[in-house]
C-alpha cells in the first residue's frame, strides 16, 4: 500500500531505524519521531493514515498526547500504541479509549504489519467517537454533576444538619460551573488566572445567614470537587487526555479560589458578631494542645 502514511513515534533510535526500515520494505510512506515534540510538528504539517508510537517517552508529554493530537488534526487515523508493560491492565482500559489498540513490545515485524492492515480495513475507534474538552464535558453535564453533587450532601448528616431545599443549597452552583467553563475555554496558566466572583461572596454571606459553620462550606466544595472528577471518569471515552490533567488542575485551583472568596464574606459576617472563626486543628498551637 504505497499511498498509506504512517508516522512512527519512539524515542529510541534503533527501534526507529528498524521500524522505518521494514516500512519502507512494505511499501508504506513513513515519517519518524523521537520526541512527542517532533511527533506534534509532523501531525501538524501534513496528513497521516497511521500513527505508531510508543506509550512510554522520557518527555512531559507522552504517546496519549501524541494520540489526542492525531485524534483531532486526523480523525480517521488508526492509533497504535506500543507498550512494555501490559501488565497495567486498569491504565490500558483508560488508554484504549484513546487509542485502537495497544501492542506489547518486543512483538514481531509480522504481527505489527498484520495488525495495521487489518485496522486500515476496519477503520479507527475514534471515527465513531466525539472527543470533547474538558470545559464541554462540564457545560454538558452541568445539571447531572450538581445533582451528584446533591446525592452526595444529603449522605452527609453534618452538612444535612441545616435545613434547606435542594434548590436552595445548589443555587450558586450553575454559576461556577459557568465560570469554571469560561476559566478552561480561556486556557491561561494556572493559579493566576482566578475570577473575581460576586456570587462567590454572596454564597458566603448565605451561608453564614443560613448557620453554617466553616467546616461545613469546606466539605461542600470537596464534595463538589469529587462530584465533578466522577462526571469526567464516566466520560473519559470523549475526553481529550492532551490538556486532561491541566484541565483539572484548573478546576480543582479555581473551585479552591472560590471558596477562599466566599470565605472572607463569611469570616467578616462572623467577626461582626464577635464570634471567633473556627480553627483548623492543623493550625492549633502546641502550647494550647
Known amino acids: 500500500m504505497p499511498s498509506t502514511r504512517i508516522l512512527l513515534v519512539d524515542d529510541d533510535e534503533v527501534v526507529r531505524s528498524t521500524y522505518e526500515e521494514i516500512f519502507k520494505l512494505k511499501g508504506f510512506s513513513v515519517t519518524s519521531a523521537a520526541s512527542v515534540h517532533e511527533a506534534l510538528k509532523h501531525i501538524s504539517s501534513g496528513p497521516f493514515d497511521v500513527l505508531l508510537s510508543d506509550l512510554h517517552m522520557p518527555e512531559a508529554g507522552d504517546g496519549l498526547t501524541v494520540v489526542s493530537a492525531m485524534r483531532h488534526a486526523n480523525p480517521e487515523a488508526v492509533t497504535l500504541l506500543l507498550s512494555a508493560f501490559p501488565e497495567m491492565e486498569a ?6 479509549q484513546q487509542a485502537d489498540e495497544i501492542l506489547v513490545k518486543p512483538m514481531s515485524t ?24 474538558v470545559a464541554t464535558i462540564l457545560e454538558r453535564t452541568t ?11 444529603h449522605l452527609n448528616k453534618n452538612v444535612m444538619k441545616i435545613e434547606m431545599s435542594d434548590e436552595a443549597r445548589s443555587s450558586y452552583l450553575p454559576k461556577v460551573f459557568a465560570d469554571l467553563v469560561r476559566l478552561l475555554r480561556a486556557g491561561k496558566p494556572i493559579g493566576v488566572t482566578n475570577i473575581e466572583s460576586v456570587s462567590a461572596e454572596k454564597h458566603g454571606l448565605d451561608r453564614h445567614a443560613r448557620g453554617y459553620t466553616a467546616a461545613m462550606m469546606v466539605e461542600e466544595s470537596r464534595m463538589l470537587q469529587v462530584s465533578i472528577f466522577e462526571t469526567l471518569q464516566e466520560n473519559l471515552p470523549n475526553l481529550d487526555f492532551s490538556v486532561l490533567l491541566k484541565g483539572v488542575m484548573a478546576i480543582a485551583d479555581e473551585i479552591d479560589s472560590q471558596l477562599a472568596q466566599a470565605m472572607v464574606c463569611f469570616d467578616a459576617e462572623t467577626a461582626k ?15 494550647a494542645a
Not at 491504565?91 to 484504549?96: D, E, S, Y
Not at 445539571?143 to 450532601?153: A, E, F, G, S
Not at 473556627?278 to 493550625?283: H, I, K, M, Q, Y
Request: no cysteine.
Open 273 to 287: 458578631e464577635g464570634v471567633p472563626t473556627e480553627r483548623s486543628p492543623a493550625f492549633t498551637p502546641a502550647s
Open 110 to 133: 509480522g504481527v505489527l504489519i498484520d495488525t495495521i492492515m487489518q485496522r486500515l480495513e476496519s477503520g479507527p475507534r475514534a471515527a465513531r467517537r466525539v472527543i470533547e474538552s
Open 143 to 153: 445539571q447531572d454533576t450538581i445533582q451528584r453533587w446533591l446525592k452526595r450532601v
Open 91 to 96: 491504565a490500558t482500559k483508560a488508554i484504549l
